[in-house]
């Protein structure tokens, strides 16, 4: 079976489901077919009600929405590349705690998941380091 997360193959499966559910099988047999919950061919089945076909499209994105919009996505990116000494403290690395601190006083929004800071950390260009936090790539 291909990946839980990919888009493509997800889309394929609701594709299959919807032939068998207009051939008239049953959402509980098109479940086993499919290898999905009855809870999730429930839910196709009312999206195909409700939108048609469009309804099973594949979803542009997976995952949670970032709170911050692209502008200020981007302004962020720019600001973590500077540094943290930068902007007021005696740090010379980022750590994840940081990070959070200086998005929740900046931005005033609180990132409670520790998987969205590596990843903009990795965008702005740092690796990890350790405990020694997050270190420019190249830096040693």
């Known amino acids: 079976m291909a990946g839980r997360r990919d888009p493509i193959a997800l889309e394929k499966r609701r594709r299959k489901a919807e032939r068998l559910l207009s051939d008239g099988v049953s959402q509980a047999e098109t479940a086993r077919r499919v290898g999905v919950s009855r809870q999730s061919v429930h839910s196709w089945a009312r999206m195909l009600n409700a939108r048609g076909t469009d309804g099973l499209r ?63 950390l990795r965008e702005a260009g740092f690796e990890p380091r350790g405990r020694a936090g997050w270190k420019r790539r190249g830096d040693d």
């Open 58 to 120: 594949r979803a542009t994105a997976l995952g949670r929405r970032w709170r911050l919009d692209q502008e200020l996505h981007n302004q962020l990116v720019r600001e973590l590349r500077n540094g943290p000494d930068v902007h007021g403290t005696r740090a010379t690395t980022w750590t994840i705690a940081r990070v959070r601190r200086f998005i929740a006083y900046r931005y005033g929004v609180v990132y409670r998941k520790t998987k969205l800071i590596p990843h903009l």
